[in-house]
């Protein structure tokens, strides 16, 4: 049984930093893209990072470029993290791992990923 559970999130001040993980387990993930997702209170789930899990290549969006890395474990093949610096308030919202068997570079279309976590909330005041 696939099973992504994110940890990290949390309220913190604009300015601030948090990271994210995502525990991913019931499957070897080595041919997976894992990505991060975020929706923003009444808004739709957007796409924020991804990595592709054998070489690790990266993808971000423009509004995290900068100041968001997308990592892994190497002593832990199932945990992908998320580090966000430098946070907005306009970076509230529900953040997401996910997952998708799929080739490089991914696609930042929610509805293509296979595997969700159930998400952390992040609240950035001002």
């Known amino acids: 049984q696939v099973q992504l559970v994110e940890y990290g999130g949390g309220k913190v001040q604009a300015g601030d930093s948090l990271r994210l993980s995502c525990v991913a387990t019931g499957r070897s993930f080595s041919t997976y893209v894992m990505a991060w997702f975020r929706q923003p209170p009444g808004k739709e789930r957007e796409f924020v990072a991804a990595a592709n899990w054998r070489r690790f290549d990266t993808y971000y969006a423009d509004f995290v470029k900068g100041r968001s890395t997308i990592s892994r474990d190497n002593a832990d093949n199932t945990v992908v993290y998320l580090q966000m610096n430098h946070l907005k308030p306009e970076d509230t919202g529900d953040y997401y791992c996910?997952?998708?068997?799929?080739?490089?570079?991914?696609?930042?279309?929610?509805?293509?990923?296979?595997?969700w976590g159930q998400g952390t909330q992040v609240t950035i005041s001002s």
């Open positions: 996910a997952a998708d068997f799929a080739t490089w570079p991914p696609t930042s279309r929610w509805t293509e990923y296979d595997y």
